[in-house]
């Protein structure tokens, strides 16, 4: 279980009492999640969820706490920050800042089927036809530049066989970085995998932990949902379910000419990203009872996949 720092009932019912939401019926620490301590609340007033953020410079909380806002009046299923009574949404629990939120309903699709795909593509396309016009700036904590500082160092502890695929990477990274940074641009979400969407049946009804979320090229978000929701355990691309995630994203919104030609080298990027953050997360990590900590190696196979061509946007339809 992914609880950083446990929390006292009585703490935990003097910060809610200023959200008027009823008195404290139960509440459990979540067993997913890797990066913040979440907890289900039952209040009696309704369901939510606290989160105390345990990474991350907090000067950045009040882009998180605008995005949510705008993205919920746009009427996207994401979660968004209560205001306690004194009109506060950004508070401070356990000497971390804490949010308190709406629990979303759903449940995360592990096995993902086309209609899945085409739905997360939907999602995405909203949420940067909603942003786009006016973006609210913030670049990635885990952008080009810090794979370029990070990638060196970790490629020390990198089993020899391993070591060349990351150098190109990391070179591929550099050549293309003027290209890269130059395509159409929205805000990101830039971790919508499928422990951040929520579903019912097929239908989308959730999605969550926005806290990688950032402004930058429109395409990152689709790589690194294709790479989670649309690949085999051998890292290839399925098309069966990356086809209509990308035909339901070009229904929305039509990819430029631009972003078609950088397809396949931004799967390798969004593929790079997290194999780096997956080995910081292992180092850290690796052997902590009750913190979840995700494999490595699976960004390792899935960027061997990536060295062939391995999808098509549909830029012409
Ligand atoms: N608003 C919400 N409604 C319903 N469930 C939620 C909500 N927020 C979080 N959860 C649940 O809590 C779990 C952990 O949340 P989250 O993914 O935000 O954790 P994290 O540690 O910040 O992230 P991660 O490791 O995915 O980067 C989710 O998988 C989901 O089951
Ligand atoms: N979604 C990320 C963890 C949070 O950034 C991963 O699967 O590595």
């Known amino acids: 279980m992914s609880v950083f720092t446990p929390l006292q009932r009585d703490e935990l019912e003097a910060f809610l009492a200023p959200y008027r939401l009823g008195r404290l019926r139960d509440f459990q620490g979540i067993t997913a999640g890797s990066e913040n301590s979440n907890f289900f609340v039952s209040l009696e007033q309704g369901e939510y969820v606290l989160t105390l953020i345990e990474r991350g410079p907090t000067q950045d909380l009040p882009f998180f706490i605008e995005l949510l806002e705008r993205l919920h009046r746009a009427g996207l299923p994401v979660p968004y920050a209560l205001h306690s009574e004194d009109g506060k949404a950004l508070r401070e629990l356990a000497g971390k800042p804490a949010l308190l939120q709406p629990r979303l309903a759903g449940r995360h699709v592990i096995e993902p089927n086309p209609h899945h795909c085409a739905e997360v593509g939907r999602l995405l396309a909203r949420l940067h036809l909603a942003t786009r016009e006016q973006i609210l700036e913030r670049a990635s904590d885990r952008g080009l530049d810090w794979m370029q500082e990070q990638g060196p160092s970790l490629a020390l502890n990198l089993p020899e066989d391993q070591l060349p695929l990351l150098r190109d990477g990391l070179a591929e990274i550099a050549e293309l970085r003027p290209k890269l940074v130059a395509l159409p641009r929205a805000n990101l979400h830039a971790d919508l995998f499928r422990d951040n969407v929520l579903f019912e049946g097929t239908h989308l009804t959730g999605v969550i932990d926005f806290y990688n979320a950032c402004s930058g090229p429109m395409l990152y978000d689709l790589a690194i949902a294709v790479n989670d929701w649309c690949s085999h355990p051998n890292g290839e691309i399925d098309p069966e379910r990356s086809e209509p995630l990308l035909a339901a994203y070009s229904a929305l919104r039509r990819f430029t000419p631009a972003e078609a030609e950088l397809w396949q080298p931004m ?7 997290f194999w780096l953050s997956r080995l910081i997360a292992a180092q850290h990590f690796e052997g902590t009872p009750d913190v979840q900590v995700k494999d490595p190696g699976e960004f390792h196979r899935l960027l061997v996949a990536r060295q062939q ?9």
Request: charged content about 10%; glycine content about 0%.
């Open 309 to 317: 061509p391995a999808s098509v946007l549909p830029f012409a339809f």
């Open 267 to 273: 799967l390798r990027v969004a593929c790079v990203r």
